[in-house]
């Protein structure tokens, strides 16, 4: 497809350690009306580096499931696996500026910092080893989160989690790298996805200071609870969508992210309810945690 006129890119990024679920539902479509409203492209990558948590045939079923409720991508989808010749040159790149450095605390050498990187190997200038971790250089500076939705937060990364993991000690590319790599090489301007991920935003923001990349606009949408405040159990968050329940489930999304669909679209092929929803789109009625779940539970 074309670029579009807007300049707004927006992307869903699944990790295909399971099935599309609910919950995933919501985050693909909060980010398709975005882009769809702006007039952007909607993106899809794979997201697929943690090689033995993939489920195999998961990416094709997340295709297939996506197609079936009408979220219809722009351009190829992209694999993470099949690039990681690209990672690799950015820390080969970073770690020839010593920005950042290799690794070989065990799990159990940092069990005692609970989370927070000590420092260790910091000035010891371990030679390259494909079984050390690598893990870049952070600063005492405060790193501000904004969000559309969330309320703004301060982060200092020294503190917490200190230096921090690009390449584990396994080998595998670290989530926060690979992610932060693909937004920026596919020019990401809006990054609409689950509350889950906000922790996550301070480190990505730092490597797209270390990447010297403008920082795109974030959306986190609220993770929906178990009325005990838990994540959604099995039963209710984590069964896989049904393709032939399309319509259905889909109004059940709109109406959770509390968009108010209008009954009669309860049963309208998903085509006619996202043409109603891109034009309704409103973010700013995306409702808190608490009553996110409520809305899914009354939907029941
Ligand atoms: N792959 C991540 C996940 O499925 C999402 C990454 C992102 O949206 O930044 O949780």
């Known amino acids: 497809m074309a670029?579009?006129?807007s300049g707004y890119i927006g992307r869903f990024a699944p990790t295909p350690s399971g099935y599309l679920h609910f919950g995933s539902l919501l985050a693909a479509l909060a980010s398709y009306l975005d882009a769809r409203q702006a007039g952007g492209q909607w993106l899809l990558r794979i997201e697929d580096l943690d090689t033995p948590r993939n489920l195999p045939g998961a990416d094709q079923h997340i295709l297939h499931t996506l197609d079936a409720?009408?979220?219809h991508w722009d351009g190829p989808v992209?694999?993470?696996s099949r690039r990681l010749e690209y990672y690799n040159s950015l820390l080969a790149d970073w770690l020839q500026r010593d920005l950042a450095f290799y690794c070989n605390c065990s799990r159990q050498d940092l069990k005692p910092f609970a989370g927070v990187y000590p420092?260790?190997?910091?000035?010891r200038h371990l030679p390259a080893d494909p079984s050390h971790a690598i893990r870049v250089r952070v600063d005492g500076r405060l790193i501000r989160v904004s969000d559309r939705l969330q309320k703004p937060v301060e982060v200092c990364l020294s503190t917490d989690p200190g230096d921090f993991v690009?390449?584990?000690?396994?080998?595998?590319i670290a989530y926060q790298l690979a992610v932060v790599a693909d937004d920026v090489a596919q020019g990401i301007t809006d990054i609409v996805r689950g509350a889950d991920l906000l922790d996550s935003t301070a480190r990505q923001l730092w490597l797209y200071h270390l990447l010297s990349a403008p920082v795109p606009r974030y959306l986190h949408i609220p993770l929906l609870l178990q009325s005990d405040g838990n994540k959604l159990s099995k039963r209710l968050g984590s069964t896989p969508l049904e393709a032939n329940q399309a319509p259905a489930l889909l109004f059940q999304a709109l109406h959770t992210l509390a968009q108010q669909p209008p009954?009669?679209?309860?049963?309208?092929?998903?085509?006619?309810q996202l043409d109603w929803a891109i034009a309704h789109w409103q973010p700013g009625h995306l409702p808190t945690a608490g009553q996110f779940s409520e809305l899914f539970r009354a939907s029941h």
């Open 3 to 5: 670029a579009a006129d």
């Open 69 to 71: 409720f009408g979220l």
């Open 78 to 80: 992209i694999w993470q």
């Open 119 to 123: 420092g260790t190997c910091r000035q």
């Open 166 to 172: 690009v390449r584990r000690r396994d080998g595998i």
């Open 263 to 272: 009954a009669e679209l309860q049963q309208a092929p998903v085509k006619e």
